[in-house]
């Protein structure tokens, strides 16, 4: 696909004909929970942009809710920005502005725009009116400025209870705009907030306090998705009424839609609290600490966010896409090595006891500069159980009772005997091997059609691998059913098994291509020294065709 940025052609136009001097750009999350992807995709655009057009971006944090704030999240959206590979120009909180919104408030009230109102939430709600019939006007609405410059005085003195009253805007109740109905500027919480404390107990809301922090920071360029198209005329009315000096300008694109992937923080947050999942950062998230552990690389997710572009209508991007990223930026860089999943005992009868050789294996057969690696080979060996069947279907070439394969950088080997247990179950295999056969040593007596790993048994490092399916799928989604009824049960394989021994002490976040497997990642929270977890980051193959139009 070809991406279009329809922004990026905006702020372009603006610089070319001086409309703005300096483009002017922010990240604006609220610190309630971890990014998720699609926050990946907003920060993107907002840092690249400045970047190329030589302006800046600020970090700004819209702390306006303290019931769900914490400075938990507010460090971690600092560290998966960085992360991504982004700086920004300045750290900035909406809470920083709190005592400016209070005076444009209070020149509100004075301009007859804003008024205190004592009507419950719910109240609010039912006399809002609907997309065809006009709301009802508030009966406090008509109160003088005198009395609701008093009454907004003594809501920030804490006089009043939760939801007692609010400060409304005086717009229309008849707009064909439902936002346009006196919407609530300022609502009451007596609560601690997480960096001004108990000084306020009353709080912008965001419809407020987001286009006033722009017109602060001189930001040029808003950018939001197309669910605050709405909001749009109401953040002009906000910053015009307020007469604020700068006058930013909001533009709205589509949000990141992905194919098998919960987007909504409320949901995820209910995955957390719910136990569904190990937190915020368990790999089956798309949050981006998840993602991180898992073992998605910033520079895939911004060639990611790159190539799908910016568009003004919503669409669902395929996951694969997103899979092909990660295979194309990790196909160069991550060693190639071995590891055995699900692991069968064979036993080479015919090779010396006691004896291990040295074989020489290439680290990336794609990338020479990685140069090789020694594994040692014995009479033992571990393979996959998948790699044998006792009575296979026409067209197997892997290993069963008299057949032939090629270990990987090893010999032939054959099937001579299959050794069970009192149920049934194959635990061992006898074969033996060619000696003629050694890789690279030129052998063309005869060919065959398989090729498996192994790992050599008596250094083997026991490893666990933990294979991820999305949590909930497209189908269970769109089924109707309440969301947590929707989990994916298989969403979550663990498996225990062997990797080659080099790979004893590999560090958190090593990444690794295993043999037909696909690209794993070391756990960084669940590994332990000599043992370490491995998380499947993708397969090694994919259906995906990234030059095809995406829906």
Known sequence: MSSSNFIKQIVAEDVRTGAVREVVTRFPPEPNGYLHIGHAKSICLNFELADEFRGRTNLRFDDT?????????????????????????????????????????????????????????????EMRGTLTEPGQESPYRNRSVEENLDLFARMRAGEFKDGEKVL????????????????????????????????????????????????????????????????????????????????????????????????????????????????????????????????????????????IGVAKSNSVVDERMLEHFIREDLKLKAPRTMAVLRPLKVVITNYP??????????????????????????????????DFMENPPSKYFRLFPGNEVRLKHAYFIKCEEVVKDE????????????????????????????TIHWVEASQAVPAEFRLFEPLITDEAAESGKPFLECINP???????????????????NDKF?????????????????????????????????PGKPQK
């Open 65 to 125: 809710n303290p019931v769900k704030e914490d400075t938990e999240f507010v460090e971690a959206i600092k560290d998966d920005v960085r992360w991504l590979g982004f700086e920004w120009d300045e750290l900035r909180f909406a809470s920083d502005y709190f005592e400016e919104m209070y005076a444009r408030a209070q020149l509100l009230i004075r301009k007859g725009k804003a008024y205190v109102c004592d009507l419950t939430a719910d109240q609010i709600r």
């Open 423 to 450: 149920a049934g179950n194959v635990v061992e295999l006898r074969c033996t091997y060619d000696p003629e056969t050694k890789s690279g040593s030129g052998f063309t007596g005869r060919k065959v059609k398989g």
């Open 490 to 508: 298989n969403s979550l394989a663990v498996l225990q098994g062997y990797v080659e021994p080099g790979m004893r002490d590999a560090q958190g």
């Open 513 to 545: 291509q295993f043999f037909r497997h696909g690209y794993f990642n070391v756990d960084p929270v669940l590994s332990q020294e000599g043992r370490p977890v491995f998380n499947r980051i993708v397969s090694l193959k994919s259906s995906f065709d």
């Open 353 to 386: 006891e006691g004896q291990v050789e040295m074989l020489e294996a290439e680290n990336n057969a794609e990338n020479e500069e990685m140069g090789v690696r020694q594994i040692p080979f014995s009479r033992e060996i571990y393979i996959e159980q998948d």
């Open 168 to 307: 409304r805007a005086k717009i229309d109740m008849a707009s064909p705009n439902i936002n346009m109905r006196d919407p609530v500027l300022y609502r009451i919480a007596h609560a601690h907030h997480h960096r001004t404390g108990d000084s306020w107990c009353i709080y912008p809301m965001y419809d407020f306090a987001h286009p006033l922090s722009d017109a602060i920071e001189g930001v040029t360029h808003s950018i939001c998705t197309l669910e605050f198209e709405d909001h749009r005329p109401l953040y002009d009315w906000v910053i015009a009424e307020c007469e604020m000096e700068a006058t930013p300008r909001q533009y709205e694109f589509a949000r990141l839609n992905l194919t098998n992937t919960v987007m909504s923080k409320r949901l995820l947050k209910a995955l957390v609290e719910e136990g569904v999942v190990e937190g915020w950062d368990d790999p089956r998230m798309p949050t981006i600490r998840g993602m991180r552990r898992r073992g998605y690389t910033a520079e895939a997710l911004r060639a990611f966010c790159r190539e």
